[in-house]
C-alpha cells in the first residue's frame, strides 16, 4: 500500500542506506554503535558479501578446469552427510529471507524516505542463500569437501551477526508483536542448524582436524553406465521439479526413445529386488504356527510389510498438498477483502531503534504480499502433490514386479493337469499379469486418496462455515447427497465394464476362428454365417456399450453439474437466511473456489471405492491361484526311497498277475543287449561306477536283482496314474525302457501314448505304483562335458531324473528366431546345429524366409504351417544334449520322405551314435523294425512290450496286424522317393506369403527410397511428423459420426462454456453491486442496505436461471459426446469387419494374424471405450483454459503483455513433452507384449521345459522383460510428473501476474472489487486445467493411432463377389453331372505375380475319379484354388455343367463345390454346427457322413452326440480324428464334384487305406479330384494328370502311363514302392 503514503511534493525521494529524514535518528550513535538499528543491518551485510565474493572465483574460474571430477557415470553421486536436510534447510531459509525482504519493503512504506538497509541485507542474504547450495552442489558433485571450508566460515559468520541482533532486539524490548524480531529469531535458528549440518559433514567425511579422511565409493547404480533412471540418486531440487529428464525429454525431439535410450532399471527397482522383500514379507506372515493369516488376508499383509513405507510417506505427501491448497480460498479472500476496505486508514507502526516495525497483522494485511504468498503455496502444494502420484506409482510399478515374479515361479510348479482340464486356462493366467497387477498398481496410486478425501472434506467444510454460516452447511449437503448418486453410477459402470468386456471377449474369440478359418470359410462359401454371429455379439456388446456410454455421460455431467447445483443452493439459501447477508466478494469467490476443492475427493471418491474393490477381488484370484496343486518334487524322491521295501511286494503280486511270457523276453533282451553296455561302462572312470553300483544297492534294498537291470534307463511298476480325480487314464502300467536304445510306443488313436510319456516325466499325477529313473553318467562323456559334470551327475543326481529333450505332439515355439527355437539357449555348436537342419530337412524352409533362419516365428512372428513347427520341434530336441529324448508322434503331421529322413537321419544317425535312450511314440508302423524295444498300448493299459521278435512269438495276431499294414510301404527305406508331398506344399504357401510380403515390401522399400534422397533431411522429415498431431485421423473419426452430431457437439460444448463464464461474471457483478450498496448506505446511514432500495432478488433470479441453463447443458454435451462416440465405434467395426470378410486370401496370407487380430481387438477396444472421454475431457480443459485466460486478459488488459512468454514457455513444454510421452506409451505397451506372450508360452510349454529342466533360464528371461516394462512405465510416470510440476509452476506464475496486476488496477485505476475475485479465481482454475490439457492431448495422440490403423485396413480391395448371372439363373441343382471342362487355362496369385498355371486344357467326365500329382511348386494346389476362384484366372476359362465359373456370383459357386484341405480346422461349438453350420442337413445325414468318415463310435460316445461340444480349434481331439471331421463335413454337402487337396496326410495308415475305400464307394457316382501326396492313393483313379510348373505334363489312365517305360509318372510311381 505503498501509495497512500506518498511523500509531500515538496521533499524528493532519495537514496540512502539509513534513509535521509532530517532528525536524522538513523545516524545517531550515542547509545553505542550496537544500539543503532541501521548499523545492525548494515553489520548483517558482511557474512553475505564474504561468501559472494569467494565462492564466485571458485565457481567460475575452478570449474573451468574440471580435470580433478571422480570419473564416475553421472554427476548426480551425493554423498556428503546430511544431503537433504541441508537442501531443506536452504528452502526454508530462502523463503524467510523472501518474508524479510517483503517485510522491509512494507515497513519501509510508512517512511518519508527511502531505508535501503531494511530490505538490502535481507536482499544479499537471499543471493548468499542461493550461492551456498549451488557452491554445496558443485563441491558435492565433483568431491571436493576441503572447499567446504568456505561455506563453514559463513554459516559461523552469519550466525553470529544474526545472534547480536537478535540480542540487541530483546534487549530493547522489541518482541514477538513485531514481525521482524520473530524472523530474525527463525533465521538464528537455521543458520545455527546449517552449522550443525557442516560441522556433521566435517565428522562423517573427515576431510580436516583428521589424520585419515573417509574413503567413500560410489553406489554400483551410479557406476553401471547402463542407469539412467536418476530419481533415486539426484538431489531434492531435481527429485522435486524432475530436473534431471529435461535433456532426457527433449533428445526425444532428435531422436525417439527406445530400450537402449532408457537403459536399465536401478537394482533396487528391479523384480528381483523387490520379489525378495516380498517373499521375505510371506515367510514372516507364515512363521508364527496357527495365528499366520490365510488366503487374501496373507497377500495384503506381505504387500503392507514389503510396500507399505513409502506408501506413507505418499500418503504424509498427500496431506500436506490438500492442506495447502486451501491457501488459495483464503488469499483471495484476503486480497479481495483488503482491496474493498472502504476506510483505508492504518495506524503508524512504532518506531525503535530509529526504525518502523509492524505487527504480522499489518503485515498479512498488505495484498501484495498475499498475493507473493499465494504463489509459495501454489508451487509448494503442486510440488508435494506430484511427489505423491510419483511415490505412490513407482510403489506400485516395484510391487507389479514382484507379484508378476512370484506368479511366474508359481507357473513353473503348477499342475498341468489343471491346464489341460481347464480348471486353469492361459487366459486366465494372462489376466492375472496383464490385469490384476496393474488393478494393484492403480489401487496404490488411488490410496492416498482414501486419507486424504476425509481431511480435504472436513478442512473444506469448517472453512465454509467460517466464511458463509449456516448456509454453508447446506450447500455442502448437496454434494454430500449427490455423492451415493456418483457412487452409483459409479458401480454401474465397472459392471456394465464387466459385462462389456465379456460381449468383447466372445467377440474375439469369434473373430480369431474366422481369421484362422478363413481359407475354409471362402472355400465352403460360409463367411457370412460366421461374420453374422460376430455382429451379433457385436450387437450385444454395443447394447452394453450403450449403457456403458450412457452411465459414462451421467458421471461426466454429475461432474460439471454438482458444483453448480452447490453454489446455487448455497447463494440462494445465504441470502434468504439473513436479512443483511454479507455477500461480498471476498466471501463469494473464496466460497466459490472451496466449492470447487470440495467437489475433487467426491468425484474420485467413486473411482477410488472401484478401484478398491477391484483389488480387493483381484488379490482373491492371486490367492486362489497361489494356492492351486503343484506338481510333486517331492513325491518323486521319496518314491524312490521307499520303493525298497513296497515295490517287493508289488512285483511278487505282479509276477502271479502277468501270464504274459516276460522272463523268455526279458532274458532274450538281456542277451542281445548286455554286451555293447559293457564296453561302455568301461568307459567310465571306476568310481562313477562305484558309486552307481552302491547307490543302486542302497536302493533297491532287497528287490530281485534282476528287477531293475543295469541297462535299463526308466522303469514303471503297477503305475496308476490319472489327469483328474476320475478313473485313472493310465493303470496297470509295468514298462521299462532300455538304456541307450530306440523304444517306440505304438497304439490307437487315443489310447494313452502321449500320457504315457507325460507320467514317466511326472507331469500327470500318480495314484500308486512308482517311477524310478535310473542316472547313468552322462553318456556323452566323450568330451562334451568337462568332468565335474559327469561327477556332480555320478554323485547327486542318481535319485533325480535328469534333463529330456521332449517333443510334444503339438509343437510348441517361441516367440524368437528360428535359430533360437532351435538351440534354446544352448550354446551354438555350427556343425551340430547343421547336422539336426539336415536331419529335420529344414534347410529348404530356412532359403524361403525372409531372413533365413534369423527369422520371427511364433505367435507374433510368421505363420508357420503344422510341418514345418513339428519339424522345428523335433529339430529342438535333437539338438539339446542330454541322455533322453522323448519324440511325440514327431511325423504326425510329416510326409512320408521327411519322416523317413527324420528316421534315417535324425533318430537312427544323430541319436543312435550320440548312445542317446530314445522313447518315440509313432503311428507309422514301418518304422518298428528299427526299433530295439517296443511298447504297445491299448485303452490306457499296456497291451504287450518286447522286441519285434518277442512279439512275434508272444502276440502274433497283433504282430499280423502290423505286418499287413507295414507292408505296403516296407522297402520305403531302401530308396527315397520323389513324390510330390504335403511339405512342398507348405514349402510352397510359406514361399507364397513370403514372396507377396516381399512384394509388399518391395513397394513401401520404393516408396522409401524416393524420400530417402537425403538422409538428415529424412530424419527431421521424421521428427517433425513425430511432434504434429494426427488431425487427419481425427477428422476420420469425427466424419464417421455424421453431421448432425458434430454440429450438436461443437454448439452444446461452445455455449456450455460460455454459460459457465456468464454464471461467475454475473456473481461478480451481483456482489460489487452489494459492496456498493453497502457503502452507500453508510453514507445514507441505512442500518440494512435493503432499506435503501437494494434488493438481492433480482440479481438471485437472474443467476439462477443462468444455473438451470448450464446444468441443462451440461448434460446436452456429455450426452452428445457418448453418443458421438457410440455411433462412430459401430460405423467402424462395422466396415472393418465386412472389409476384413471379402477381402481376397491374399490379404491373410501377407499380413500376420496377429496385426489383424489386433484391429479388432486393442485398437477397437479403443475406439470404444477410451476416444469418446479422452475427446470430452480434451475439449472440456482446452475449452476452460481459454475461457479462463479471456477473463483474465478482460479483468486486467496488462495481464496479455505476460501471457506471451507463459504461452510460449507452455508451447514448448507440450511439444517435448508429446514426443517423449507417445514414444514411452508406445514403449510401455510393446514391452508389455513380450512379457504376456513370455507367461502364455510358458505356461503351453511347461511340460518342455520343466523336461528339460530349464526353469531357471526361463525365470531369467521373465526378470529382463519384467524389467523392460517396469522401466517404460517409471520413465513414463517420470515424464507425467514432469510435464505437471511445469505446468504447475507456469499457472502458479498465471496466477501472480494476474494478481499483481488486479491488485494494482483496483488500487488505481478503480477496478470493482467483484471483478477482482472473478479474475483470481480464474487464474487459479488455469493452474488444474493446463496440465490436463496436455495430458489428453498426448492421450488423444496415442489413441488416433488407432483410428489411423484401422482406416489403412479398410483401404483394402474386396473379392469381386456379384457375377454376371444372378442367383436366380443358375439352375438349382448345379452342377448335377459334374463334367469339368478347363479351357486354356492360366492362373496367378497376384497381378503383381508371376502366373502358377499357363494355359492348362483338362477334360474330367462326369463322375471320374482324376489324381494329380507333381513335384513342388509344380502348380497343383493352384488347379484345385482355381474352381473356388481363389486365385486370379487371368486367361482361359473352367466350364462346369455348361457354366462358366467367372460368370456365377462368388457366394453361389464355392456353395456348390466341396473341398477338404490339407490342414484340419473345426470351430468351438457342436459336432453339429461343425460339420454344418448353415443348418440344412438332417440328423440322418450326419450321422451318415460321421459313419462314413468312421467317427460315428466317437461321436456315440461323447454326451451328447451330435451336440458334444468342440473346443477351441478342435483340441479335445487328436490330429487324425480331426481331418476325419473334415471329411465327414464335405460328406455331408452332398455336391457332385468333391475335390481333395492333400487331405490324408495327417492320418494314421490303417484309417487312410479306409478312407481310400470309402471314396470311392461313397462316392462312386460324384467327381473327385484327388491330389496326392502319396502317390499310391491315386493308382486305382479313373485318369491321372501328372503337373510341372503349371503346365500339364502327362494326362492319361493310370494303367495306360505305367505301360509307358519313360512316363514320368511311372519314376514316381516306382519311387513309391
Same mark, same amino acid.
Given at each position: ?602 468425484? *474420485? ?27 510333486? /518334487? ?95 487314464? *493310465? ?491 507417445? /514414444? ?128 489403412? *485396413? ?77 486365385? /486370379? ?185
Amino acid at each position: 500500500m505503498i501509495s497512500r503514503y506518498k511523500p509531500s511534493p515538496g521533499s524528493t525521494m532519495s537514496l540512502a542506506f539509513c534513509g535521509n529524514e532530517n532528525n536524522s535518528v538513523a545516524y545517531n550513535v550515542d547509545g553505542g554503535v550496537l544500539n543503532n538499528g541501521c548499523f545492525l543491518d548494515a553489520l548483517n551485510v558482511v557474512p553475505h558479501v564474504f561468501l559472494l565474493f569467494i565462492t564466485f572465483p571458485i565457481l567460475f574460474i575452478g570449474w573451468g578446469s574440471q580435470s580433478s571430477k571422480v570419473h564416475i557415470h553421472h554427476s548426480t553421486w551425493l554423498h556428503f552427510p546430511g544431503h537433504n536436510l541441508r537442501w531443506l534447510l536452504t528452502f526454508v531459509l530462502l523463503f524467510i529471507l523472501v518474508c524479510e525482504i517483503a517485510e522491509g519493503i512494507v515497513s519501509d512504506g510508512f517512511s518519508q524516505s527511502l531505508h535501503l538497509h531494511l530490505y538490502m541485507p535481507a536482499g544479499l542474504a537471499f543471493m548468499a542463500g542461493i550461492t551456498s547450495i549451488i557452491y554445496y552442489h558443485n563441491i558435492e558433485t565433483s568431491n571436493f569437501p576441503k572447499l567446504l571450508l568456505a561455506l563453514l566460515i559463513y554459516w559461523v559468520l552469519a550466525f553470529i551477526m544474526k545472534t547480536i541482533k537478535f540480542a540487541k532486539y530483546t534487549e530493547h524490548g522489541i518482541g514477538p508483536r513485531q514481525l521482524r524480531y520473530c524472523i530474525t529469531g527463525l533465521l538464528v535458528l537455521l543458520y545455527g542448524l546449517l552449522l550443525a549440518v557442516e560441522i556433521n559433514v566435517i565428522l562423517g567425511r573427515r576431510y580436516m582436524c583428521f589424520a585419515d579422511p573417509t574413503e567413500v565409493k560410489p553406489p554400483e547404480d551410479l557406476q553401471d553406465l547402463g542407469v539412467r533412471f536418476l530419481q533415486p540418486f539426484v538431489n531434492l531440487l531435481s527429485k522435486a521439479t524432475y530436473w534431471w529428464m529435461n535433456t532426457f525429454i527433449t533428445s526425444a525431439h532428435r531422436r525417439p526413445i527406445d530400450l537402449k535410450v532408457i537403459g536399465k532399471l536401478p537394482i533396487a527397482m528391479r523384480a528381483l529386488t523387490n520379489y525378495m522383500k516380498l517373499r521375505k514379507a510371506f515367510e514372516e506372515q507364515k512363521k508364527p504356527q496357527g495365528t499366520a493369516p490365510q488366503g487374501p488376508k496373507l497377500i495384503w499383509q506381505a504387500l503392507r510389510k514389503a510396500f507399505g513405507r513409502p506408501l506413507i510417506l505418499s500418503i504424509t505427501f498427500r496431506f500436506l498438498a490438500d492442506l495447502l491448497g486451501f491457501a488459495g480460498p483464503l488469499c483471495i479472500s484476503g486480497i479481495v477483502h483488503h482491496i474493498s476496505k472502504d476506510n483505508r486508514t492504518i495506524q503508524q507502526p512504532m518506531t525503535l531503534l530509529g526504525i518502523y516495525f509492524i505487527s504480522t497483522k499489518e503485515f498479512l494485511e498488505n495484498a501484495y504480499v498475499l498475493a507473493v504468498l499465494l504463489f509459495f503455496a501454489l508451487l509448494l502444494q503442486r510440488t508435494f502433490l506430484q511427489a505423491s502420484y510419483y511415490v505412490a506409482i513407482e510403489t506400485g510399478i516395484n510391487l507389479r514386479g514382484a507379484i508378476q515374479t512370484k506368479i511366474y515361479n508359481k507357473i513353473m510348479r503348477l499342475c498341468t493337469s489343471n491346464m489341460s482340464m481347464g480348471e486353469l486356462t492361459v487366459a486366465q493366467i494372462c489376466n492375472l499379469v496383464a490385469i490384476d497387477t496393474n488393478q494393484l498398481v492403480w489401487f496404490f496410486f488411488l490410496c492416498p486418496n482414501l486419507w486424504a478425501m476425509p481431511v480435504q472434506i472436513i478442512v473444506g467444510v469448517i472453512l465454509l462455515y467460517y466464511l458463509l454460516g449456516i448456509s454453508a452447511l447446506i450447500g455442502a449437503t448437496v454434494i454430500a447427497v449427490l455423492a451415493p448418486v456418483q457412487y452409483f453410477v459409479a458401480t454401474k459402470l465397472s459392471q456394465t465394464q464387466k459385462s462389456t468386456l465379456e460381449y468383447s471377449s466372445e467377440r474375439l474369440k469369434k473373430t480369431n476362428e474366422l481369421l484362422r478359418g478363413i481359407k475354409l470359410l471362402k472355400l465352403y462359401a460360409w463367411e457370412h454365417i460366421f461374420c453374422d454371429s460376430v455382429e451379433e455379439t457385436r450387437g450385444k456388446e454395443l447394447t452394453s456399450l450403450q449403457a456403458f456410454a450412457l452411465y459414462t455421460s451421467i458421471s461426466i455431467f454429475m461432474n460439471a453439474a454438482i458444483p453448480i447445483a452447490a453454489v446455487l443452493t448455497t447463494f440462494v439459501v445465504h441470502v434468504h437466511i439473513s436479512e443483511d447477508a454479507d455477500l461480498s466478494p471476498a466471501v463469494a469467490f473464496a466460497s466459490l473456489s472451496l466449492f470447487h476443492i470440495l467437489v475433487t475427493p467426491l468425484f *474420485l471418491l467413486s473411482s477410488v471405492v472401484r478401484s478398491t474393490v477391484k483389488a480387493l477381488v483381484s488379490v482373491q484370484k492371486l490367492s486362489e491361484f497361489f494356492s492351486s496343486d503343484e506338481i510333486g /518334487d517331492e513325491q518323486e524322491t521319496r518314491a524312490m526311497l521307499t520303493s525298497g521295501s513296497s515295490n517287493h511286494n508289488q512285483n511278487r503280486y505282479q509276477a502271479v498277475s502277468s501270464s504274459k511270457p516276460f522272463p523268455s523276453s526279458s532274458s532274450s533282451f538281456l542277451s542281445r543287449h548286455f554286451q555293447p553296455l559293457k564296453v561302455v561302462n568301461r568307459k567310465r572312470p571306476p568310481r562313477d561306477e562305484w558309486n552307481n553300483y552302491s547307490s543302486q544297492r542302497d536302493r533297491e534294498g532287497d528287490r530281485p536283482s534282476q528287477d531293475m537291470d543295469q541297462d535299463t534307463c526308466i522303469k514303471i511298476t503297477s503305475g496308476y496314474f490319472t489327469w483328474t480325480d476320475g478313473p485313472p487314464t *493310465l493303470s496297470n502300467v509295468d514298462i521299462k525302457i532300455p538304456f541307450g536304445k530306440l523304444t517306440m510306443i505304438v497304439g490307437q488313436v487315443g489310447c494313452g501314448k502321449s500320457s504315457l510319456l507325460l507320467a514317466t516325466l511326472g507331469e500327470m499325477q500318480k495314484v500308486s505304483g512308482t517311477v524310478t529313473w535310473n542316472s547313468f553318467p552322462n553318456l556323452e562323456s566323450q568330451g562334451d562335458e568337462s568332468p565335474t559334470d559327469r561327477d556332480a551327475a555320478g554323485d547327486g543326481d542318481i535319485r533325480k531324473r535328469g534333463a529330456v529333450a521332449y517333443a510334444s505332439q503339438k509343437p510348441w515355439l517361441l516367440n524368437a528366431t528360428l535359430v533360437e527355437n532351435i538351440t534354446f539357449e544352448m550354446p551354438m555348436i555350427k556343425p551340430r546345429y547343421k547336422a539336426v537342419i539336415e536331419a529335420c530337412s529344414l534347410q529348404p524352409d530356412i532359403d524361403i524366409l525372409p531372413q533365413g533362419d534369423q527369422t520371427e516365428i511364433g505367435e507374433r512372428g510368421i505363420i508357420l504351417s503344422g510341418g514345418q513347427k513339428q519339424r522345428i520341434s523335433v529339430a529342438r530336441a535333437l539338438y539339446q544334449q542330454t541322455n533322453l529324448v522323448f519324440l511325440d508322434d514327431p511325423f504326425s503331421a510329416l510326409d512320408i520322405h521327411l519322416s523317413d529322413h527324420l528316421m534315417q537321419d535324425g533318430i537312427l544317425k544323430l541319436l543312435r551314435e550320440e548312445k542317446r535312450t530314445v522313447v518315440l511314440v509313432t503311428h507309422k508302423l514301418q518304422y518298428l523294425p528299427h526299433a530295439d524295444w517296443i511298447i504297445a498300448m491299448k485303452d490306457g493299459t499296456i497291451q504287450t512290450e518286447g522286441t519285434l521278435k518277442d512279439i512275434q512269438n508272444s502276440e502274433p495276431e497283433l504282430f499280423e496286424q502290423w505286418k499287413t499294414l507295414m507292408h505296403r510301404q516296407d522297402q520305403e527305406f531302401e530308396k527315397e522317393t520323389v513324390a510330390a508331398s504335403m511339405t512342398d506344399l507348405e514349402r510352397k504357401n510359406l514361399r507364397r506369403a513370403m514372396y507377396s510380403r516381399e512384394a509388399v515390401r518391395t513397394e513401401e522399400d520404393d516408396e522409401e527410397e524416393s524420400v530417402e534422397s537425403d538422409d538428415d533431411d529424412n530424419l527431421s522429415q521424421v521428427m517433425r511428423q513425430r511432434a504434429t498431431i494426427p488431425w487427419r485421423s481425427c477428422g476420420t473419426y469425427l466424419s464417421s459420426a455424421g453431421l448432425l452430431l458434430l454440429t450438436l457437439l461443437l454448439l452444446s460444448q461452445l455455449l456450455k462454456h460460455s454459460l459457465m463464464v456468464a454464471i461467475d461474471y454475473w456473481l461478480a457483478h451481483w456482489t460489487s453491486h452489494v459492496i456498493a450498496a453497502k457503502i452507500e448506505a453508510t453514507a445514507r446511514n441505512c442500518t440494512v442496505v435493503q432499506d435503501c432500495g437494494f434488493s438481492h432478488s433480482w440479481y438471485l433470479s437472474v443467476f439462477s436461471v443462468l444455473c438451470c441453463l448450464g446444468i441443462v447443458l451440461c448434460l446436452a454435451t456429455s450426452v452428445a459426446v457418448e453418443w458421438t462416440g457410440l455411433k462412430v465405434a459401430k460405423e467402424l467395426h462395422h466396415n472393418l469387419l465386412n472389409k476384413i470378410i471379402l477381402a481376397p486370401m491374399r490379404l491373410f496370407e501377407t499380413t500376420p494374424l496377429g496385426s489383424i487380430l489386433n484391429r479388432f481387438s486393442t485398437d477397437t477396444n479403443t475406439i470404444d471405450q477410451h476416444i469418446p472421454t479422452t475427446l470430452e475431457c480434451l475439449a472440456r480443459s482446452t475449452l476452460l483454459c481459454v475461457s479462463a485466460l479471456g477473463v483474465i486478459s478482460y479483468v486486467t488488459p496488462v495481464f496479455l503483455i505476460a501471457l506471451l512468454p507463459l504461452a510460449v514457455a507452455c508451447y514448448f513444454i507440450q511439444k517435448y513433452f508429446r514426443v517423449a510421452s507417445r /514414444d514411452l506409451q508406445q514403449l510401455e505397451d510393446s514391452t508389455q507384449l513380450p512379457l504376456l506372450s513370455h507367461f502364455s508360452e510358458t505356461v503351453e510349454g511347461l511340460t518342455t521345459i520343466r523336461a528339460l529342466r530349464y526353469e531357471p533360464r526361463f525365470r531369467q528371461r521373465l526378470l529382463q522383460f519384467t524389467d523392460a516394462n517396469n522401466i517404460a512405465s517409471l520413465f513414463l510416470t517420470a515424464a507425467n510428473r514432469w510435464l505437471e510440476v511445469r505446468m504447475e509452476y507456469v499457472g502458479a506464475c498465471v496466477v501472480l501476474v494476474a494478481a499483481v496486476a488486479s491488485i494494482t488496477n483496483s488500487l488505481y485505476n478503480q477496478l470493482s472489487t467483484g471483478l477482482v475475485g472473478l479474475g483470481l479465481t480464474y487464474a487459479l482454475m488455469v493452474s488444474n486445467y493446463m496440465n490436463w490439457m496436455v495430458r489428453n492431448l498426448a492421450d488423444m495422440e496415442v489413441q488416433l493411432g488407432s483410428v489411423k490403423r484401422i482406416n489403412g *485396413l479398410l483401404k483394402t480391395e474386396p473379392e469381386n463377389y456379384e457375377g454376371l448371372l444372378t442367383v436366380s439363373q443358375v439352375p438349382d441343382g448345379w452342377p448335377r453331372e459334374g463334367e469339368i471342362k478347363i479351357q486354356n487355362l492360366s492362373v496367378r496369385y497376384d497381378t503383381t505375380l508371376k502366373p502358377v498355371l499357363k494355359n492348362v486344357n483338362a477334360h474330367i467326365n462326369p463322375g471320374q475319379k482324376v489324381g494329380i500329382c507333381g513335384r513342388t511348386g509344380s502348380g497343383k494346389s493352384s488347379f484345385s484354388l482355381a474352381f473356388f476362384r481363389m486365385v /486370379d484366372m487371368f486367361e482361359g476359362r473352367i466350364v462346369i455343367d455348361d457354366i462358366d465359373i467367372a460368370k456365377l456370383p462368388l457366394q453361389t459357386l464355392r456353395s456348390r463345390l466341396s473341398i477338404i484341405l490339407q490342414d484340419p480346422i473345426l470351430f468351438s461349438g457342436t459336432i453339429r454346427f461343425n460339420l454344418d453350420p448353415e443348418m440344412k442337413a438332417t440328423d440322418e445325414m450326419l450321422w451318415e457322413a460321421l459313419d462314413i468318415a468312421q467317427l460315428k463310435p466317437v461321436v456315440k460316445s461323447l454326451p451328447g452326440g451330435l451336440d458334444a461340444t468342440v473346443t477351441e480349434g478342435g483340441e479335445n481331439f487328436s490330429q487324425g480324428q480331426r481331418q476325419l471331421f473334415c471329411l465327414a463335413r464335405a460328406f455331408v454337402r452332398k455336391s457332385s464334384i468333391l475335390i481333395m487337396d492333400e487331405a490324408t496326410a495327417s492320418i494314421d495308415m490303417a484309417t487312410e487305406s479306409i478312407l481310400q475305400k470309402v471314396v470311392m464307394t461313397a462316392f462312386a457316382d460324384r467327381t473327385v479330384v484327388t491330389i496326392a501326396h502319396r502317390v499310391h492313393t491315386i493308382l486305382n483313379a479313373d485318369l491321372v494328370i501328372v503337373m510341372k510348373r503349371g503346365i500339364i505334363l502327362e494326362y492319361d489312365r493310370p494303367e495306360a502311363l505305367l505301360d509307358k517305360e519313360d512316363s514320368v509318372f511311372t519314376s514316381f510311381v516306382r519311387a513309391d514302392k
